[in-house]
T-cell receptor
Framework: NAGVMQNPRHLVRRRGQEARLRCSPM?????VYWYRQLPEEGLKFMVY????????ESGMPKERFSAEFPKEGPSILRIQQVVRGDSAAYFC?????????FGPGTRLTVL | QQPVQSPQAVILREGEDAVINCSSS?????VHWYRQKHGEAPVFLMI?????EQKGHEKISASFNEKKQQSSLYLTASQLSYSGTYFC?????????????FGKGTMLLVSP
């Protein structure tokens, strides 16, 4: 059973471009969570999704950020018009019920 | 409502014990513990649910005091592989669904 997969592992964008991060949950997991981690800091919750539904997006910035988890395919975290402050590691986690299992993360660098 | 972890950092010699604490101002339904090595993903260690205590690893155990809204992670006879940053994630009672709020982490360094 493959673990949580994320791609790309590293993403470099210039200010103003769009960043698209993908997350494929573990087989059988219907819950997906996105977190942002800044250097030397903890994981900050961004959004919780189930298939075709956003359950909790209280941690998402109101502008430029969006997330989806379609019926088919991976979950996508989209950041429009990136700024330098968006540089961070973005982790997704999937869960069958309680435990959350993390993917390897996408390290976004905004130049 | 970010849980507070203490200490911020611990330096041990191989074979020594350590305790990492996690406390919340909110009533908790569960506490999750993770270890993250530099540049890697957090790895799930164990979950402690309200009304129960669960041990995830042989020399790593944890307790959950529901009344005090605290959890402690116990690492006994530490090994070099225990080095990393430990995070607790808390799930509060009235959320209606499972989302975690993580503490800032406790950095653990085990030296030979």
């Amino acid at each position: 059973n493959a673990g949580v997969m994320q791609n790309p592992r590293h993403l470099v964008r210039r200010r103003g471009q769009e960043a698209r991060l993908r997350c494929s949950p573990m087989k059988g997991h219907s819950h997906v969570y996105w977190y942002r981690q800044l250097p030397e800091e903890g994981l900050k919750f961004m959004v919780y999704l189930q298939k075709e539904n956003i359950i909790d997006e209280s941690g998402m910035p109101k502008e430029r950020f969006s997330a989806e988890f379609p019926k088919e395919g991976p979950s996508i975290l989209r950041i429009q018009q990136v700024v330098r402050g968006d540089s961070a590691a973005y982790f997704c986690a999937s869960s069958p019920v309680n435990e959350q299992f993390f993917g390897p993360g996408t390290r976004l660098t905004v130049l | 409502q970010q849980p507070v972890q203490s200490p911020q950092a611990v330096i041990l010699r191989e074979g020594e014990d350590a305790v990492i604490n996690c406390s919340s101002s909110k009533a908790l339904y569960s506490v999750h513990w993770y270890r993250q090595k530099h540049g890697e993903a957090p790895v799930f260690l164990m979950i402690l649910l309200k009304g129960g205590e669960q041990k995830g690893h042989e020399k790593i155990s944890a307790s959950f005091n529901e009344k005090k809204q605290q959890s402690s992670l116990y690492l006994t006879a530490s090994q070099l592989s225990y080095s990393g940053t430990y995070f607790c994630g808390t799930e509060i009672m009235d959320s209606g669904y499972s989302t975690l709020t993580f503490g800032k982490g406790t950095m653990l360094l085990v030296s030979p």
